[in-house]
Structures are given as C-alpha cells and as structure tokens.
C-alpha cells in the first residue's frame, strides 16, 4: 500500500514507454519533479508531453516502466491522487451546460480541502461571472474557470498541459500571473507543459526536454542557460564542415565564419576554440529557444542515416 | 479505388471519404446477402420448413441500421460534441449543393439497392414473400429524412431525436401496414393507383428533406463566422444576480447531480410526452372507444419498459450527449473511484426509472380519466380477480409494481458495461443486436406465439433443453458473478459494504421476480417453473462489475475515439480482454481478508442450490417422448405408487388439460398423462387411427417408460370410450376405470337412418349444408343435425319452424363452421379422430362385453348451457335427460360400478371440476386398497 504524503516526491517517472501501435510516444522515459517551484516540460507538437501528463493523471497506464505521483501510483489510487492535484488544460472539456457558479458547487462536493472563501477570491480576481454558461464563455474565460476548480482545494501538485494555448496575450498574463502568485504564497509545485518556449522561461525554475518521446534535456534553468553557449568565430581556413568538438550541438556557417551552438562551461569552449587556433567573435549564452532548437536539430542529425 | 489513382471531382473525394471511413462494414453487409441467401433457401425450404425460417430477415435490419450510420456523415462540433455536418468541408471550393447531394443521393441508392437485394436473394423464399419496390423506396426515404433532421438541427439535440423517432416510426408503420399513408378514398383504388400515390407521396418527402437539409446545411456554412464570433463575447459585466444554492454534503450527492443534469431526466421526460401525446392527438384521433381504450393503456403500460430498453442502449455511454465513447476528462479527473461512478449511474437509473412509472401511471390515469372508456378494462380486471384471493391480487399488483420498477431499471442499466467501454464498435454491434432482439424479434415471436396459441407451441419447445439451459446460465451467471465481485472486492474497487448492500438488493428483487412468476404466471408447471427460472436470470448481477472494469480500462488506457466506424476486430478484442487480463490491480491485491467474500459466496451457493433443486423437480415434471409401436408418444409421469393412474385425454386435449389433477394425484400415486399419435408432441404414426391401434400404442409406451400394471383407467369424453377399449384388449392389466362423460350416443350412419325415417323431408337440405364443411365434421354433423331435430320433436308444432331455424343455425354458423376452422390448426391426430369418430364408436361398443369385473366409476355432467328461453331450457334438460338415461343404462351391465352426476359440468369435467375427478379417483384407489 503506497502512503500519500506531503513530503513525498511530487512526480517521479522511471522508464517509462508507452507506444500507440509502432508508434513510440514515450521512450524510456525518466524524470523527478521535485517539491516546491515551476517544472517546465518543453517539446514541439507530438513530441509527448501530453502523453506524459496523461500518465502522470492516471489516465493512461504504464506498458513499462513506473509512475508515482505524490508517492502513488495514480492510475491505481486514482482518488488519492487526483485529491491533491490540479489539472488545467486547453482541452479540459467544461460541460458546457453549467454556468460557473455550478462548476464550483459541483467540484467543491470532491475535495475536503475546498477553500470556500479562496474560491470566491479566485472568482473575483478572475473575473468570472457565477450565472453565464461555461459554453458561453470564451476561451479564456474557460481556461480561468478551468484554472479556478484547479486551484480552489489548494493542491499540493498543480499539473497545466499547454494552459494557454490559443489565449490572447492578456488571458494568459491573467493565468500565469494567478499561477506565479499561488507558487509565491503556498509553495506549491507546478508541472507545466508548453511548446510557448518563453512563457517556459519565464515562468520556470526547472525545465525539460523532450523530443520524440526521449528527454533529451533535463535541469534547473539557470545551470542550462549557464550551459549553453552561442559563439560567432573565424577559422585560420576556409572548411565546408565545422570539427566534431565535444560538446558542439550545432554548427551553422560556411567559409570561415561559422555559428556554434556549444554546451559546457564558458572556460572549455573558450580553451577548446583557442588550442585549434579558432578566432572567437562574439559568445554569449543561448536562450531557451536556441537551445532548444539546437538539441533538436542535434538529435534529428545523429539519428538521420549515414550518407 | 486505390490510393494511387488521382480523384478527379470532388463528388468522388466525397464517396471515397465515405466508402474509406466504412470499408469493412460495407463489406461485411454485402457479403451477409449471399451468406444469408444459401441459409434463408435452406431453412426455408423443405423438408425443413422451420419456423424459425422468419430470423432470415434479422441481419437485414442490422445491416439497414448500419447502413444509416455508415451514411451519417457527420462529425462532432468542436464546442458541444455533438454530430453536425463536418464543418472542415466548407473551407473546401465545392458548391453546397455538391456537399449535400453527394452523401446523401449515394446513401439513398444504396439503401434501395441493398433492400432489393435482401428482398430477391434472401426474402423470395420466406413466406410471406415481400414487396420489392415499395419498401426500398421506403428505406431510402428514410435515410433521406434521418440525414435532413441530424443535418438540420445541429443544436437540438432532443428534437432530433424526437423527430428522428417519429419520422422513423411513420416509415415502419408503412412498411408493416402498407397503405397506411394513403388516404381513406383511396382504399377501394385498384393496386397500380394505390402504388402511385404512394409512391409519389414518399418522393415528395424525399424531395423536402433533400431541400431541407440543403437549405440547413447552406445557412450553416454561411452564418458558421458569426456563429464563432458568438461564441466569444465576453461575459456580460453585470452579471446577474445569483440563487444561494446550498453546497452538496457529498461527492455522491454531486455525482448524482451531474448525473441527473445530463441524461437523468430523459426517461420521465420521454415517457410525459409520450403520455400526453397518448391523452391528447392520439386519444383523439383513434376514438377512445372501449377496445381503443384498452389497447391504449396496453401501450402506455409497456412503454416504459420499451423506452428503457431504448434510452440503455444509447444513454450507457460515458457520456450521453458527446459521440465520443472515451471518458469525459472532466468526468476522469474527479477524485472519484470507477466504482462510485458506476454506482452514480446505477442509483439515477434507479431514480429514473421510479419517475418514469410515476408519470406513466399519471398520464395513463389522465388518459382514462378525461376520455378513456374503461368498461372493458374493468371486466378484464374482474375476470382476472375471480380467479384470485383478494390476498393474492394485492400480493400479485404489490410485486407487479416492484416487478416493472426492476426491469425497467435493468433496461436502463444493463448495457453500461458495453457502453462504458469505450468501444464504439462492441458498442455498435451490442446496440443493434440488443435492437433486432427487443424490437424485432421479440415482437415477431410473441406476436407468433399469440396467433398460433398455447395449444400449439407448447408441445414444441423443448423443455428439457430450456430447463438446461436456464440453469447452466444461472450456475455461469452465479461463478462470474463470484469472480468479478471477489476481483474488485480484492483490489478495493467498492466498499464491502456497497458490495454486500448490492447483492442484498439483487436477492431481494430476485425474490420479487421469483414470487411473483409462481403467483402469476399460467398454471402449467413447466412454464410456470420456467418462467421462474427466468426471475432468478433478469436482474443484474455480473455486469455491474463488468460496468466497473470497463470504465477502468476506459478511464486509465488509452482508448480510440471517433465513431461511425465499426471497429470490432479480432485484434480489438483481443486488445479488450488484454486489458482486463493486464490490469495493474491485479498484481496488487491489497485486501487479502475474505470474511467478507464468504458471505457472497455463501449466498451464490445458497441460490444456486435451490435453482438446481428448482431445475431437478422441473426436469421430471417436463414430458418426454417414449417409444410406443411406430413412433413416439408425449408422455408426462408424476409419482410414485400402484395401481398407475392413466388419463386418457379427449379428442382436442392436450396432457396440459389435465395437470390440476395429475399434480394432487401425484402426491399419493403413479400418474400418467399422454398425447396420443399425432397429437400435441406425439409423433404421427403411419397407420390408420383406431382406438385398438391406440390402445397397443398405449401399452407399449407404458412398459416403455417402466410403469407397470395394474392401471387405473381415467377417460375424458372421446378419451373415456379409448379407456374401454384398452380394458377389453388388457383386462388382466386394468384394476379400475374412472369415465367422465362417455360418449354413448349413436354413429353418423344411425344417424342418417334416422333423419331418412323421421325427417325425409330435411334430409336433402341437411345434406346440401353438409357439403359446405371438410369432410372429417361431416359425421359429426348428422349426429348434430339428429340431436337438433329430436330437440323439436315435444315443441308445439307452430314454433318448430322457427326454432329449427336458430338451432340449424347454431349447427352450421356455431358448432360445425367453428369447427371447420380449428381443423385447419388442429393436429393430424385430433383431426384424424373426428374422422374416425364412428370407428371408434364402434370399437368401443364391441369392447363392451369384454370388459373386466372391476370397480367402475361414470361421471355424468349435466350442467346447461347458457340459455336464455324457456323453450331452450327444456330441451337442454330433455338432452340431459337422454345422456343421463343412456349412462345409466351401460351402468347396468357392470355390477361394481359407481355413478356420480354434478350439475357444475358439461362436457369438460376434467377442466371444470379437477377436484371431483381427484375425489372420484381416490375413492376408487381406497376401493381397491380394500379390496
């Protein structure tokens, strides 16, 4: 019997795979989110972050490998596990018959943490009207009341999946702007997904990677911006094909001018540039964007077939 | 087509999208006609003649729903789920026109071309042969119409659904009863006119629902931006002011909210207008007259089990109004277990099925109050409460009411483990087979079973296999039901106690069923018994449990969604099972304690130990087939106990006749009752009938089925002359012989040379009326005719006339019309009797002086008919007197012979009065004790 307590690890997945006909949507999969703070998951359309999440809510089951949320399996304790954690997504699927008043009277009766006064707050701060329809509320509208039965029982696990996709610009400061504030007072620990790379950076202490169903990147956001460099520079010759130098994601350029995409510390790229007689231009840490454009073409590369 | 070859219109991108989506359903279809065709020639044709030979015609209506699924063609809204016409194809360059008239036109031609190939290959030889043109033309009206409402109000979901079903039941009502949809001049019109009319009236309707649905679909298309822009204002800055609604006390309360929010209130609602539509335009229209009446509350009486039986099917999926079979996510990311959303929907079944019979009896009140005639209601009543203690008929209404309440609750409710699925294509095939069985042939095989009578089909169905069949159902149905409740018990899925309050209920309602087919089911022990039987199979045991799993497997793997396509492989339900099978629980047993389980197990074993004693005393109270000399005879033996009492039916009765008797007698002796050759289950023997014939079939059948002598003899009118003759071919073999109403009179050619000597005069016309009736009545008929005029022989002159008159009448137009007609469903053997009937009489007469010195008992009935004249009474009581005479005049020649007359008996004393026959013959065994 797994205990469910407030100190156990919020999420952690052990290779986990799970494969839709020949298919591989996760692919050996591991990660550990750990309490407190924004865990941001990166990836492009397909790339399997909504598979994850569906494993990590209990709503596929592991082929292989094990998933514990809050120190449970969640799709065997279902209830236990849903009890502590608030799911929003652009595809929460609102019955589109109630209005919001009944939304939160309906999720109130679930959860013995529902704080009543908190709800109402949220339902202020939000700007929701209790008597319209959720059919009849935009989509931003949805994903506030959507975030509002989130968060109301106070959770001690907060997982979004994509929550502002398709937003305006003003419906997702107002979600991330509630979210940041919840992170601030409580301490809760926030799993987040989008392929929005700078709201990921904006908002997360950790992030990852991940691409064709592998995590390709994994880490506190600071040491991967500390990690990860862009140099301009000029070789002594003219070369179609930059060196396979240990670390190099990525090299763009032709000539003698070239972009390198570089991961490691600042000292050994400058001393790897500098001992092959390479003139460095310009280094500066890559943004998140960057980085991850570059793993991605980085893997596509080393998994394209030899010429 | 393949996928290589280029599509060069858009009309053939839009049949290949169809053709595509549905391949293998479509396939399937059509290769069911031929298969269906070699199996409809085979059963149909002789020797086999089967009845079952209709069933040919049930994979039609599955393929004819298909079909309208497979022409749909439609896909759900991105904001309510709900099926529309696809919305991405009107960002296509194609004309409006060309989107509606593709899928629609096709289907249409389809449809006719499917009908007329079911009808010409696989209905030509069933009986009755079907119309071709007609109902093709009608079929694919219908799926015109069905494409023009779900085309048309994409946002009425209940409308649609109304219409669809009203449409939907005009269109049958004029398959059924062709010529239904014409108007009243028109009856007398000549076929060809009546065709055209018809046909001309479905081509307008055709067309309408073409124009309709392009009209519909044209204004979706052109008003879809504003319908989007709609869908995005801003909610209203003064919002309104809100009702303080109390918070729910409990997630269950909650669930059952939401529940009742979403499809809970569909079944009372469906059945108030149903009623009102009863009480008003339909009451209406067909006249409320005494039979309109009764016929009416008939209807409004079952339709909440047909409704439920409906809305089961549809409403099991997870959710009602989505075409969507996986789990809403709204719904899976509630902290709620499986088992409490499966017990939600158990408990607003419940719910609604206690409303909906509340509004059935509401509207039926109303129906009757406001212009129902209930006179005719009301003497069924009084007719069925003669019968019953007042302590029996509230009994039997208090478990009617339960009764109804159960099953209309297990209508609702016994298709949720299908449809919790998440399988649309299990789905699918569960929902169109649970369709062809309730509302096809289900009606069809009552409706057969009615016209042809009890008499007929009860000798038919073979008992001992449903008595089998039933029980191994029950002992199968009791071993899963063990094994899934142990399964979820074991991993914690419910509460012991929502466990154990569940099978508490089911024993209880088992019970209700159980109690209430003893009560009130017909008086034969094997169908009364199997009936029973059929009480412990009804409610819900196992699949509560499947229910559970189900929507785990849905809930917690993934699933594919999308519909329309019949998805049901091998590879699927491999896939299906897989799941149950890997179930992550499984490994995770986590409450080993099994007190608890004892209990259940206790009681399964308990109730199947008395369905296995229920089965054992039914299979030797069921009749079986013994060898006698060239064939076989039905025979049903109770008891234990010499001498064995043999009952020897009259000509038309069958061994049902006589199990009030045989059931008392049983207790104390052998008791033997039998169909003789040709009758009922008896098979017919090559020979010509004759009563010594029948005596050595007798004799042989009885050493055949172990039951020795000494025989106590009990005949039954025609059966009491059989009984005679059997004593003077055995005598050593009879102990004693029991007579009901003996046939003494005189043979058809006495008959004739009466009427020759004292109505000449008559005899021409008398033997001009007998010419109009089969010729096995007509000896009959000069013992009628005889009876008739010696009827008239004490009358005063001036009313023979007159009387003659009515009494010639009551022979031709009553007795021997009537019994032409029953000759026409009799069996061979009965009819063969009423041919031989002077043979017999004969036989039984030569038997006379050779019948053994042992105590005899002649039970004479001399109750009258219903008459209402005096002139009628005194010659029933003349006719009387003549039996009476003639009995005790062969009472003389047997010295130990005991006369009982009752004036509460005609000719049916074995049916009248059981207890004076049991009495006559226990006093004859004590007799013999003495002796």
Redesign the interface.
Known sequence: ?SNLSASAIPIQVKALTCC?GRTRALDNVSLEVPRSGVFGLMGENGAGKTTLI?HI?????PAAGTVRVLGC?P??E??????RVG?L?E????????NV??LT???????PTWD?DYAAALRHQL??????RL?????G?QAKAGLLVALAFRPDLLVLDEPSSGLDPVARRDILETILLSVAQEGRTVFFSSHLLDEVERISDRVAMIHRGQITLCGKLDEIRHTHFLARVRFASASTAAPQWAGLLEAKGSGQDWELSWSGSAEAIDNELHSAGVEIGQRRPMTLNEVFLARIRQTEQSSRPPM | MTSHSAIRSPAGALVWEIWTAHRFGFLAIFAAIPLCAVVAHWVAAPPQNLPWAQFARLPFIGSALALFLFFSFTEPSSSEKLAVFPVRLFSLPVRTLTLVSVPMLSGAVLAGVLYVLWATLVFAPLEPAPPVFMPALLLSTGLMAHLAIIWGLPRLRLGRLFLSGGVGSVLIWELLFPDALLPAGLATATPAVRSLVESSVLGVLSMASFCAAWLAVSRQRHVQMRETSRATLPCPANPRPTRAQSPFTSPRQAQLWLEWRCHGWLFPMALLVLGLAAAGPVSTAVGLDAINSLKLVGWLSLTPLAMATLLGKVAAVPDFWSCEMVVPLFISLRPQSCGELVLARFRMAAISAALGLVVTAACITLVLGLRGNSSLLWQLWQAWALERSPTAQGLIGILGLVALFLLTWRQLVISLYVGLSGSSGLFAVAGITSFALWFVAGPWAINWALEHGVDYWEPLVPWRLVVALLTGLFLVKMFLAWWVWRLLYRRQALRAAQIAGYWLLWVLGTACLVALAELASPGFSWVRRSVTLLGFLALPIVRPGLALLTLEANRHQPSSAGIGLISLTPVRLLHLINKFRSHPLAGSEQNPSSSPLLGLGATAVGLSAVVVCLAVRLWDAVPHLVEAEGGQLRLLQLGQGRPTVVLESDVLSLIESWWPVQRELAQTVRVISYERSGRGGSSPMAFAMSPKTAARQLHAALLNAHAPPPYLLVGDGLGAALARVFASLYPSEVAALVLLDPPQGETSDEALAWLKQHRPEQLTQIQEWLTKFPVQVRGYGLREFKRAELKLDKLNPAAIPRVRSVLWDEVTDGTLYGMGVQLGGMAPGSAAEFEHTDQILLEDRAAWPALPRVPVVLVTGLKRGLRTSVERDSLDEELAAQKLARHREWLNRMPEARHITTLESGGKIAADQPELVVEAILSTLRVLKKS
Do not use: C, H, I
């Open positions: 019997m839709f569906k809510l209990g709503l596929y089951r399996d799709a065997s279902p209830v236990k596990v849903l009890s799911y997504s595809f929460l699927d609102l019955p589109g018959w109630m008043g009944e009277r309906y999720s109130a009766a679930f959860y009543r700007d929701l009207d209790p008597t319209v059919r009849n509320l935009s989509k509208q």
